[in-house]
């Protein structure tokens, strides 16, 4: 069974850090692409990051760039988003999914899952 899990939500104060985790069962990550996006309370969907496959070229939403990256352990299967100096503004559910190219249109994505809640408040 195809399946992306992601994990490590929770809440932090405005200029901490958490890290997400997505895990992927069923096939091998690393031969896709993966975008993390988010989306908050009547908010539209946002593409955070997408990377593509073994060539690993990271792009990054404007609203993140410089406080996200993302990084992969292979023997896992598993992803990472790190995220720094988090602001109010990135509460939000967070999803990782899988494509065949990197692009931030969600429709180019599969595998959405649960998503992990992240609320950044004081």
């Known amino acids: 069974q195809v399946q992306l899990v992601e994990s490590g939500g929770g809440l932090v104060q405005p200029g901490g850090s958490l890290r997400l985790s997505c895990t992927a069962s069923g096939f091998a990550l690393d031969a896709y692409a993966i975008a993390w996006f988010r989306q908050a309370p009547e908010k539209p969907r946002e593409g955070v990051l997408c990377v593509s496959d073994q060539v690993g070229n990271t792009f990054y939403s404007d609203s993140v760039k410089g406080r996200f990256t993302i990084s992969r352990d292979n023997a896992k299967n598993t992803v990472y988003l790190q995220m720094n100096s988090l602001k109010t503004e990135d509460t939000a559910l967070y999803y990782c999914?899988?494509?065949?190219?990197?692009?931030?249109?969600?429709?180019?994505?599969?595998?959405w899952g649960q998503g992990t809640q992240v609320t950044v408040s004081s």
């Open positions: 999914v899988i494509g065949e190219r990197v692009s931030f249109d969600a429709a180019d994505y599969n595998g």
